[in-house]
Every structure is written in C-alpha cells, then in structure tokens.
T-cell receptor
Framework: ETGVTQTPRHLVMGMTNKKSLKCEQHLGHNAMYWYKQSAKKPLELMFVYNFKEQTENNSVPSRFSPECPNSSHLFLHLHTLQPEDSALYLC??????????????FGDGTRLSIL | GDSVTQMEGPVTLSEEAFLTINCTYTATGYPSLFWYVQYPGEGLQLLLKATKADDKGSNKGFEATYRKETTSFHLEKGSVQVSDSAVYFCALSDPMDSNYQLIWGAGTKLIIKP
C-alpha cells in the first residue's frame, strides 16, 4: 500500500524535544486521521480532519498538536512528550461524505519511542 | 453508542486449519462492516467489507457475512497459511456519522504454526 506515506518510520526522542510526524496521501481523499496504537490497547482515534477542518479531537493532550495544511498532508507536532506516549502512530485517509461507506487507508506508521 | 466486540487472542492454529474469528457489533443505524489486517511492522490494510445485511465480503480466501439478525460479522478462512499470521481488526462505520469515524474492535492476534 503506497497510497498513504508516513515519515519517519521510527523516531526516538527525549521528553524535552520537539519533533513532527508527517503523513501524505496520494488517493485524492478528503478526510485524514491520526491514530495511536499502543501494545495491548485498542486502537485510539486522536484527530480527524475533513476538508482540512478538524472535526474531532478525542481529548488528546495538548502536547500533541495536529496540522492539516491541505487535504493531502497531515502533521502531528510533538513537544514535551511523556514515556507513556511511546507507541505506533498511524495516519489514515478516506473519501468521506454523508452516506459514505468508504474504508480508511492506512500508512505503515511511525514507531515513536520516548526516552 | 456503537461498539464492536471481537474474540480475544491470540488464536493459534496449525497450517491448513479452518479459521473463525468472531465479531459482534451494536449499532443504532445500518452500519457498514469491515475487517482489517495488520502484518508485523505495517499499518492496517482493508481485508474485506460488507455494506448491508446478508452481503458477503471476500478477499484472499477470507470471507465474512453481514448477519443483521445476530449482529455478527465473523471472519472465516477454510485453510490458513503461515503468511496469514497477523492481527485482525473488525470495525464498523455509521454512514450517517458526520465525523466519518470507524468504531474498532480490540483486534485478534492470529498465529499460524507450520
């Protein structure tokens, strides 16, 4: 699956660092998503962007800051993270619209480790 | 609210065995149902989907039938291979949800031994 590309694939950072995760989709979709996947926990939806507008923020701490400059790109800015934020961060996109049953397409994720 | 419940794993089978991974859901409307698969080190991939009652989704030898009467969407495969080892996620979407979210099951890890 090359439709959704995430960079970097792996990231190790200290708790005081600032870094950004990048996601790009080449599928012409109008909605993009950030998920957090931790070991032995269900997939957690973090943010949803539809037509570049943020439509969902599932009580995510402010140390995670999303940015969606256009419908093809999505960023997740990270600052002063905690060890419990270590996880796989997945980006997805879909063609969304009322009545739509289109699936989400995922990138391979960024494996984030907080030291 | 809507929810998805999957059987807990890991599920361990021998090669060529028959596979069933149970998935049941609760939903107020008429959801679409999906199975996704996640191979080690990768993101999730859509495996199959069904959008209305009695639809059967199929792909790569896997099948699942949308059963409204039992609110189920069980995943089956007649003869599994070592390469099927992965985590499988059941999910639903409500087409009338303005946030276009998927509701996810917890995932079931499948281990196939040669």
């Amino acid at each position: 699956e090359t439709g959704v590309t995430q960079t970097p694939r792996h990231l190790v950072m200290g708790m005081t660092n600032k870094k950004s995760l990048k996601c790009e989709q080449h599928l012409g979709h109008n909605a993009m998503y950030w998920y957090k996947q931790s070991a032995k926990k269900p997939l957690e939806l973090m943010f949803v962007y539809n037509f570049k507008e943020q439509t969902e923020n599932n009580s995510v701490p402010s140390r995670f800051s999303p940015e969606c400059p256009n419908s093809s790109h999505l960023f997740l800015h990270l600052h002063t993270l905690q060890p419990e934020d270590s996880a796989l961060y997945l980006c997805a996109s879909s063609q969304a619209g009322r009545g739509s049953n289109q699936p989400q397409h995922f990138g391979d994720g960024t494996r984030l480790s907080i030291l | 609210g809507d929810s998805v419940t999957q059987m807990e794993g890991p599920v361990t089978l021998s090669e060529e065995a028959f596979l069933t991974i149970n998935c049941t859901y609760t939903a107020t409307g008429y959801p679409s149902l999906f199975w996704y698969v996640q191979y080690p080190g990768e993101g999730l991939q859509l495996l199959l989907k069904a959008t209305k009652a009695d639809d059967k989704g199929s792909n790569k030898g896997f099948e699942a039938t949308y059963r409204k009467e039992t609110t189920s969407f069980h995943l089956e495969k007649g003869s599994v291979q070592v390469s099927d080892s992965a985590v499988y996620f059941c999910a639903l979407s409500d087409p009338m949800d303005s946030n276009y979210q998927l509701i996810w099951g917890a995932g079931t890890k499948l281990i196939i031994k040669p």
